[in-house]
Every structure is written in C-alpha cells, then in structure tokens.
C-alpha cells in the first residue's frame, strides 16, 4: 500500500500488531512514518509522515480520533478518523440514534477549532444511504455537490450543515471503480445488499474544491503485488474483510496533490 | 395594593439540601488540577441533551419521534491539556432528567459505563469509582507525560 499509495496519513482500525510493528513495517526509504498515538481512543490508529506538531490532537473517545491537520500549502482541516459501533452488536436503528452523539462532538470540536473544514474518514459500519449517515442530527451526508454547497438546512428553526459524501459513486456496476463496495457479506435473511460502503470520506463545502475526486477510490489491489480480491472477485478475507479507501485534498497554490 | 396574597412558598431563596451537581464536578476539576500541577485542567459545562433511548427504539418510524428521545440537561467534566494544543476529553456525563437533581445517570465515555444515581452520596461514590478506575489513573498519567514532554520539547 506504501510503495502504490504513498499515503501521508494513514489511519487504520481493528490493527493486529503493535503500531511499533507497523511504523517499522511501512517506513522505509523516503517513507518515514510517525505514530501519531492517541492517549484515548482504542479503535482508530493514525500514522503519517507527520510529527505530532502538525497534526494535533483536539478531542477523541474511544471509537474516534479528531486532529487538526496544519500541513504548509494545505488547507488547515480538522481530520476525524471513526470505527463506528459494528452491526454485529446494534441495529441500524440503534446506529442511527446514537450518530446523535457524533453530531454533537463534530459541532463541538468545529466550534472550538473555529472552522468547518472537516472530514470524517472511517469504517462507519452503515451504508451512505442508511439514517444514521443521512439525518440531519446524524452525520447528514447528502449525495449530490448541488446540494452540499448549500452548506446547511433549516429545521425546526436549527441550522444543520451537511456533509457531502461522495461514497455514493461507487454503487452499482456503473459506478465509479471495479468493486462496488468495501465489503461483502451474504446473509440468509430477506434483505441482503451484498455489497456494502462501509468505509467512506465525508467532507464539509467547505473542503470541496480542495477534494481530489479523481483520486477517490476503493482500493482492491496493490497493482500487481497484492489482489485484495478472490479469482471471484470477492474480498480476500484472508488479507483483509474490508478493502481500504484513499483520498487526497490538493494544495492551496497549485491545485495539485 | 394587591389584591391576592403570596402564594409562593418562603424557601425558594434558599439552598437545596442536595449539593448542587455543577458545584461537585467544579470542585472535582479543581482537585484535578491540584493532583497533575496544573499540567492538566478540568472544566464543566451544563448543556441541553436529546439522548436516545435506544432500547425502545423497535423500528425506523419511530426514530425521530419525541418519546423515544430523552431530553433534558448534561453536565459534562471535561479533561483539558493545555500543552497539548487544548486535546481534551470528556470523562464523566451527568445526565439530569428533569429539574431535580436525582435521579440521574451517571456515563463515563471513556470506560463506556452507566450507573443509575439516586442521591449524593452514591454519585460522590460512582465519581470516585471512575476516577480510581485503573484505565482513568492510566490515561491521566499518559496524557500528563506527553504533556510534560511536549512542555520540554517548547523549552
């Protein structure tokens, strides 16, 4: 992923070794990774090329981190990674109910960073198009840019700002990719979607121009080192149940990476 | 010259035998102060809260629908480092779920408990249960050393 990705930042969920381990494994060469620890939360793991410095922490709990990304020629954003509740353990009613939380923290933490320059990334453990993704008390991901650059919504006399996600994209055989989703699970129950978004970006307006739409994408192979896919096309869980995303957020000057 | 008496009761300038719950978690963050040398901060805030009531939540119709969301106030303590760019935590909520103080639901979002408080003495236990809890001392004493490290590398 390193050596075809080239990520700054990384951030991972449900690790199976040390992050000493990990920062060993993927710095090499020019890429030096630091472990950007997070004293609180348990579930989410950054790792960049950055020293702690440039990327502060501002709040966290247990299932999430929130830094503030300060990198010269970027745009300052606050960068909040999530491992949302699993479904394993609550409904997508009880999901969705408590993305009531989130909302708070994410209004909070914008407040006292003073800026909406969010963007959530993660393992949300709901699809883009269920409630908890979409309420406007929730993380209120809306499909479409037209209506993300609204900025916000009236209701009952509250403003609620939106979040654009573009994660809907990838749904379907015509969307954008060759996998139709992060991961992949066929129940025996009436309703099975099969294909499920699960990990996805969310971004304020605020942060729209400076997104790299061309660089979104459900990763499903390391080119030819690593398929993260079957012959079948289905995820190699062996490797992992998930398949990672990958965004980028261009410069200010130059509207590059 | 009015025409009806006072109806209103004599004590409502007076004090409620019960501590109020603002005052507690202030002299808390105090303490917790005084405990880090300053190295680590504490503050209160008392704000509205809609809160799910997730286990009477049975189908998505109902999601949004009054009865199924608890309102009322949240006092939260909040953990502050300052020399770490303000990183801050929110360690204990009190959820007060009318205008008494008790009961009320006491949740600790770092050690992901709850526990149903009906006076002060209970809360004054449940309080210190959390924050002697080995995983609380633990975080504390982290984010005191990255603080103090932080403070030297600014030297």
């Not at chain 1, 090499?28 to 950054?46: A, V, W």
């Not at chain 1, 993260?228 to 490797?239: A, D, F, Q």
Request: with cysteine; hydrophobic share 35%.
């Amino acid at each position: 992923m390193i050596k075809h990705h080239q990520p700054n930042i990384l951030v991972l969920a449900e690790i199976g070794n040390s992050p000493a381990e990990i920062v060993k494994a993927i710095s090499s060469g020019e890429f030096q990774f630091n472990y950007n620890e997070d004293p609180i939360c348990e579930k989410i793991f950054i790792f960049s090329q950055y020293a702690d410095e440039w990327l502060p922490l501002v709040t966290s709990t247990l299932r999430f981190t929130v830094r503030a990304v300060q990198v010269p020629n970027y745009l300052a954003f606050n960068l909040l990674g999530i491992h949302y509740q699993s479904k394993m353990h609550w409904n997508f009613v009880d999901q969705a109910a408590y993305t009531v939380v989130a909302n708070n923290i994410i209004e909070k933490f914008e407040s006292q960073q003073q800026n909406q320059n969010t963007l959530l990334i993660g393992d949300f453990n709901m699809n883009p198009f269920e409630p908890g993704m979409i309420q406007a008390t929730g993380f209120h991901g809306v499909l479409n840019k037209s209506v993300a650059i609204k900025k916000k919504r009236r209701i009952d006399g509250k403003d609620y700002p939106f979040f654009y996600n573009p994660m809907w994209s990838f749904f379907g055989d015509f969307g954008k990719g060759p996998v139709s989703g992060t991961y992949y699970k066929s129940y025996a129950r009436p309703v099975n979607y099969f294909w499920n978004i699960y990990d996805q970006v969310l971004i304020r307006p605020s942060l729209i121009k400076y997104f790299n739409e061309n660089d979104l994408q459900i990763i499903s192979n390391f080119g030819e080192d690593l398929n993260l896919l079957k012959k079948s096309g289905l995820i190699n869980k062996n490797i992992s149940d998930h398949l990672p995303i990958s965004c980028t957020i261009k410069e200010i000057e130059d509207g590059k990476k | 010259m009015a025409k009806s008496k006072n109806l209103w009761p004599k004590n409502l300038d007076g004090t409620n035998e019960n501590f109020p719950l603002i005052e507690l978690l202030n002299e808390q963050a105090a303490y917790l102060s005084k405990s880090t040398n300053n190295i680590l901060i504490a503050n209160t805030q008392t704000e509205n809260y809609v809160r799910p009531k997730q286990k009477n939540i049975k189908n998505l119709r109902l999601v949004n629908t009054k009865k199924n969301y608890q309102h009322g106030i949240v006092h939260k303590l909040t953990v502050v480092a300052p020399a770490m760019g303000n990183y801050n935590f929110e360690l204990v909520f009190l959820f007060q779920e009318s205008a008494e103080s008790y009961p009320l639901k006491v949740y600790s979002p770092l050690l992901d408990v709850e526990y149903d408080v009906t006076d002060t003495d209970t809360l004054t236990n449940v309080l210190g249960k959390i924050f002697k809890d080995q995983k609380t001392v633990k975080t504390i004493q982290h984010l005191v050393t990255l603080s103090k490290r932080k403070k030297n590398i600014k030297k």
